[in-house]
């Protein structure tokens, strides 16, 4: 499918650049009405994932989005809600489901997630299958967009046609690249603030599980590679961070992609470097469409004008789900 590159004016002028397209929505933004109804559901390994629903009427609608956070994120990040919220009010039921360790408790398992647990995922959808829906869709940020690109790869031609539609955010196709872009002295802010929560989540494994987790490497991880390089690696059954990278990155799962797909990525995306996604391979894959815009940061995509309650990429999310429902 063609490679749009949108020059819509997405952001507004004082928000100038990628950076502060992309910290001022998770710092500052505030979306209200959404009310939960969690659902702890068990694993096939005995662990559990913590499943916040909304409903969009007093009866279940025939239409779900399952949507998937992004790195150290969870169903109440801004980025979620806002999108939860305007599906909602056009009739569609919305799954958010949290990580492993990342609903407000720790998992019970020695392992976390990471950005190519498709099996995971693949529980949470047939879950939902369970729940007599019709129509699913699949909506994905960062991390959980490599999550959700890699799952429907690896599904390709025999995927459940009840899954109709994915759309994905800011993904970080290739985890290398990405992983050594957030190295950067301009990247530190934000990789500091997943190390200072990653962190204590390993220290509190280690506690727990001594004898499969150590720390004595601790000292030594400075950067996201290191921490994926000693923890994420290892817990999860890699040989080193770049198998896990090689292993784990959509771009290698995209040609396989067997239903209409949306990946939205901004140019000036300051943690997912626009050069490192796979162009050539999403353009030989007819169900793919790829739509570059000038702006919007990570997972950002604040409009320059906001007249209601919602962001640029919310609205875009909305009208490609409700393509073609007008014809059923």
């Known amino acids: 499918m063609p490679i749009i590159y949108s020059e819509e004016p997405i952001s507004p002028k004082w ?5 502060f397209q992309s910290i001022y929505p998770a710092l500052f933004r505030k979306v209200s009405g959404i009310k939960y109804s969690r659902e702890k559901i ?34 109440t990040r801004q980025y979620i809600l806002g999108m939860v919220k305007i599906l909602n009010q056009a009739g569609f039921d919305c799954l958010a489901w949290n990580f492993r360790g990342c609903g407000g408790e720790m998992n019970n398992a020695p392992r976390f ?20 829906y019709q129509e699913i869709f699949l909506a994905g940020f960062s991390l959980g967009g490599n999550l959700t690109l890699k799952f429907l790869g690896e599904q390709g031609g025999g995927i459940d046609r009840r899954i109709v539609k994915a759309m994905v955010f800011s993904v970080p196709m290739d985890l290398k690249a990405c992983s050594l872009a957030i190295i950067q002295p301009q990247n530190s802010i934000y990789m500091h603030r997943f190390l200072k929560s990653l ?27 290191d921490f994926d390089h000693h923890y994420t690696a290892p817990i999860h059954g890699f040989k080193s961070a770049d198998d896990y990278y090689e292993q784990c990155s959509s771009m290698h799962f995209v040609e396989d992609i067997a239903i209409p797909t949306m990946i939205v990525h901004a140019a000036n995306d300051p943690i997912v470097p626009v050069e490192s996604l796979p162009i050539k ?18 997972c950002g995509f604040r409009p320059a004008k906001l007249v209601d309650d919602f962001y640029w990429s919310e609205k875009a999310a909305l009208e490609f789900f409700s393509e073609d429902q007008a014809e059923k």
């Not at 997630?113 to 007599?132: C, Q």
């Not at 391979?281 to 990570?298: A, F, Q, S, Y």
């Open 15 to 19: 928000l100038p650049n990628g950076h």
């Open 42 to 75: 068990v694993t096939e390994d005995e662990d559990f994932l913590d499943l916040d629903w909304s409903y969009a009427g007093k009866a279940p609608s025939e239409r779900l989005v399952i949507l998937s956070h992004g790195l150290e994120g969870n169903s």
């Open 113 to 132: 997630y990471h950005s190519g647990a498709t099996e995971d995922l693949n529980h949470v959808i047939e879950h939902a299958f369970s729940k007599k």
């Open 199 to 225: 962190n204590p989540k390993v220290k509190s494994k280690a506690a727990v599980f001594p004898d499969l987790i150590t720390l004595k490497d601790k000292n030594t991880i400075r950067t996201l590679y």
């Open 281 to 298: 391979d999403i353009e030989k894959n007819p169900n793919i469409t790829l739509m570059i815009t000038r702006g919007g940061g990570h």
